[in-house]
């Protein structure tokens, strides 16, 4: 498994534990840690997938409520199951950095 680079900021931080406790949050991220794994672009799942760059963006960030047929539509462009978007089990991992992060702000 190769690793993928994440920029962290303190914002990025309290999005994913705020998206940690929300389906449309665990989708989002999976979305893009998927999309990231097969080094793919915003652009490029968008046309895979025949939504906009907006719309692949907004998903991501947990902004938007993605239909059923969207699910699909996204599994499909990134190769898995619809269960594995909306999975916050095992295969849904944050960076390590992330995870420092998270333990020396709830330490504050």
Same mark, same amino acid.
């Given at each position: 498994?190769?690793?993928?680079?994440?920029?962290?900021?303190?914002?990025?931080?309290?999005?994913? &534990?705020?998206?940690?406790?929300?389906?449309?949050?665990?989708?989002?991220?999976?979305?893009?840690?998927?999309?990231?794994?097969?080094? +793919?672009?915003?652009?490029?799942?968008?046309?895979?997938?025949?939504?906009?760059?907006?719309?692949?963006?907004?998903?991501?960030?947990?902004?938007?409520?993605?239909?059923?047929?969207?699910?699909? &539509?996204?599994?499909?462009? +990134?190769?898995?199951?619809?269960?594995?978007? &909306?999975?916050?089990?095992?295969?849904?991992?944050?960076?390590?950095?992330?995870?420092?992060?998270?333990?020396?702000?709830?330490?504050?």
């Amino acid at each position: 498994m190769q690793n993928v680079h994440y920029s962290v900021s303190h914002q990025s931080v309290r999005r994913s &534990i705020r998206c940690l406790m929300n389906l449309r949050g665990v989708f989002g991220l999976n979305v893009q840690r998927l999309r990231r794994e097969r080094k +793919l672009s915003q652009e490029q799942l968008s046309f895979i997938s025949g939504r906009t760059r907006a719309y692949i963006s907004s998903v991501e960030a947990g902004r938007r409520n993605a239909t059923l047929d969207t699910v699909e &539509i996204l599994a499909k462009a +990134l190769g898995v199951e619809p269960a594995a978007l &909306i999975s916050a089990g095992p295969g849904h991992r944050r960076p390590a950095r992330v995870m420092k992060q998270v333990a020396s702000k709830s330490a504050e």
